[in-house]
């Protein structure tokens, strides 16, 4: 008798009016009568053998029992329209939506897209450039491509490559500052967000890989990856730019990196989506142009010395 469930119409009546605390707005979200969504309340309540609400002259307020119910009831409604949405989108060959954050969505994402669309026109493409967590079911998202360490429990994950930092300029720059010693005393430019990376892969940790003691720290910082690198595009000076975000630059000429020595940072971008889904003809589609758009460029990776930045830390 415990586990015996009452009606789910009731039990959507109670999640609406603990919502509103107001029967009239419940009523009115789910375009019932007040005195039909009353009924419904009072059927939980005999089910449960105690009222959930306090009946007020103008209002109602959530009983002990109310409020220890009022929870998991409104946690199972969600989870009941993340799964339903997750079971229609089974059903959807043509729209994906895809999350990644705002920097890789802007550097290395928007760049390329005109190639898939081009290849698969059958496909229409959405995204939510967010660096929040996301849920596959509850966000109705099909793929994230995520930045960092992993590990990705329960989801179909594939390794896109390992990021590392390098000093990257204008052509124009280079020429002045054209070493490592150089670079000491070129205008640099912070990029704030691998601030989070342990161990550091920052200016000081870079310069000590070379040899080289200075820790700078005069300069235009920059809490977005991306800023920071159209900072450099437009000459302010020099940046340690992430790998995934500049070797389009690096390879079409607009950035240089004549000091050809990377700090690896230990962490990777990602292609997750949720086990099972990866055989959906969509997201398998643009897997696999993902995997092969980043081998495109691994000719500049290649041409890199990368050291560990672990390497070169102090405690």
């Known amino acids: 008798m415990a586990d015996r469930l009452p009606p789910l119409t009731a039990l959507r009546a109670f999640d609406a009016a603990a919502r509103h605390m107001s029967f009239a707005k419940a009523a009115e979200e789910l375009f019932v009568t007040p005195a039909a969504l009353s009924f419904q309340i009072k059927s939980l309540e005999e089910h449960l053998g105690t009222q959930v609400f306090r009946r007020l ?112 300029m204008t052509p124009a720059l280079a020429a002045r500052y054209p070493t490592a010693q150089s670079l000491t005393e070129a205008p640099l430019i912070f990029d704030d967000s691998i601030s989070f990376l342990e161990p550091r892969c920052d200016w000081e940790i870079w310069f000590r890989a070379m040899g080289i003691e200075y820790a700078p720290t005069q300069g235009p910082r920059f809490s977005q990856a991306d800023h920071a690198i159209d900072a450099a595009l437009a000459g302010v000076g020099v940046v340690l730019g992430r790998r995934a975000l500049v070797v389009k630059d690096l390879d079409d000429g607009r950035l240089v990196a004549p000091v050809k020595t990377a700090l690896e940072t230990g962490v990777r971008f990602r292609f997750l989506c949720a086990e099972g889904a990866e055989n959906r003809p969509q997201i398998a589609a643009f897997r696999d142009w993902i995997v092969a758009e980043v081998a495109k460029t691994e000719h500049i990776s290649d041409a890199m010395t990368r050291l560990p930045s672990s390497d070169f830390q102090r405690p």
Not at 62 to 67: I, M, N, S
């Open 57 to 168: 002259n103008r209002a109602v307020e959530l009983t002990d029992a109310g409020k220890a119910l009022a929870p998991g009831v409104a946690d199972g409604f969600q989870s009941l329209a993340a799964a339903w949405r997750s079971a229609e989108r089974t059903l959807d060959d043509h729209t994906l939506t895809v999350t990644a954050g705002p920097a890789f969505t802007a550097k290395w994402l928007a760049p390329r897209l005109y190639e898939f669309a081009q290849a698969h026109p059958e496909v229409e493409l959405r995204f939510s450039a967010s660096l929040k967590m996301m849920d596959f079911g509850r966000d109705a998202i099909d793929v994230a491509i995520r930045f960092g360490y992993g590990p990705d429990t329960g989801l179909y994950s594939v390794p896109l490559a390992n990021e590392w930092v390098c000093p990257v």
